[in-house]
């Protein structure tokens, strides 16, 4: 977290100057959404979203969550999402008025039914500040207060070689305490591969399919494997166990290219999760978050290209 008090060659951008921006090291490109410029939903975090990530020059690994325009949530890249479980501040929240979403704004209930995250919801965005320099970019998300919750939200992005990382510093200012959950959802392919047999997705810890495993996937001794090309979207939870130490990590590999990505985190996950279509994949590993007022949670995430 250091890169968020040491930033140099700053240069600051509002939501309408630009649509994307780049940082480089020797070996990585990463394009990176200015908040509110590549995505402006209502369910994926406006700061530090990655649009793409090229390594060595040729190597690309993001891609979106749809190939058909207007389906899905608009997801695409490397992007985080709060609350997709335990939406802060929903229930209390009348039809009509609002109710945060963290790294985005505040959203208005329009009606009586549940909270759906695809479903797309009116946002009043979070004021935003981003600095950034050649490898590294922070943002800073000022607290809006709404039906007492209030969030200070810092995000930094920075390379050095061939790793990615993603810290995180959340402090509640608010008169409520935060209970909900994060986690990245990484909409990946290697070069554009279609999803299949030629992938693998190690896992460094044992684990167990919280419910059944869909068709074109299977559990295997290091993690999970595609038995056939996914036909249709898939989903699949992993249970963990109760304790898990930080340093969880998955690797992604594409078996013909030896091209692959992994993420570490620092953090005991309180859920993993694995979701994909054929053109996607997208392992998911999410922290739990209770704060009371007053108090701070730092956490990172660590990617590294091969």
């Known amino acids: 977290m250091e890169r968020m008090e040491h930033v140099e060659h700053v240069e600051r951008m509002g939501r309408t100057e630009r649509t994307t921006f780049r940082l480089n090291s020797e070996r990585l490109e990463v394009e990176l959404s200015a908040p509110g410029g590549a995505y402006r939903g209502s369910r994926f975090d406006w700061t530090g979203h990655v649009v793409e990530a090229t390594l060595d020059g040729k190597h690309r690994f993001c891609a979106a969550e749809s190939l058909a325009p207007g389906q899905g949530s608009g997801g695409f890249g490397i992007c985080g999402e709060f609350g997709l479980f335990t939406p802060i501040g929903f229930d209390e929240a009348a039809p009509g008025e609002p109710f945060p979403k963290l790294g985005v704004g505040l959203l208005t ?79 990946l392919a290697v070069d554009g591969e279609p999803i299949g047999p030629d992938y693998a997705l190690r896992l460094s810890r044992p684990f167990r399919a919280a419910a059944s495993m869909p068709g074109c996937i299977e559990a295997r001794a290091d993690g999970i494997g595609w038995v056939e090309a996914p036909t249709a979207p898939f989903y699949a939870r992993m249970d963990i166990a109760a304790g898990a130490e930080a340093g969880y990590r998955w690797e992604l590999l594409h078996k013909p290219s030896g091209v692959r990505v992994s993420e570490t985190v620092d953090f005991a996950p309180s859920a993993i999760a694995l979701w994909g279509d054929r053109h996607v994949v997208s392992p998911e590993v999410f922290i739990a978050l209770a704060l009371r007022s007053g108090e701070e949670r730092v956490w990172t995430r660590r990617y590294e290209f091969n």
């Open 109 to 187: 209930r329009p009606d009586e039914q549940p909270y759906s995250f695809m479903r797309p919801y009116a946002t009043e965005p979070y004021p935003v500040e981003v600095k950034a320099g050649a490898d590294c970019a922070v943002f800073v998300a000022e607290p809006v207060d709404c039906l007492g919750y209030a969030v200070r939200y810092e995000k930094a992005v920075s390379l050095s070689a061939n790793v990615l990382t993603i810290g995180y510093r959340m402090r509640n200012v608010g008169d409520k305490p935060i209970v909900t959950e994060e986690y990245e959802h990484n909409f």
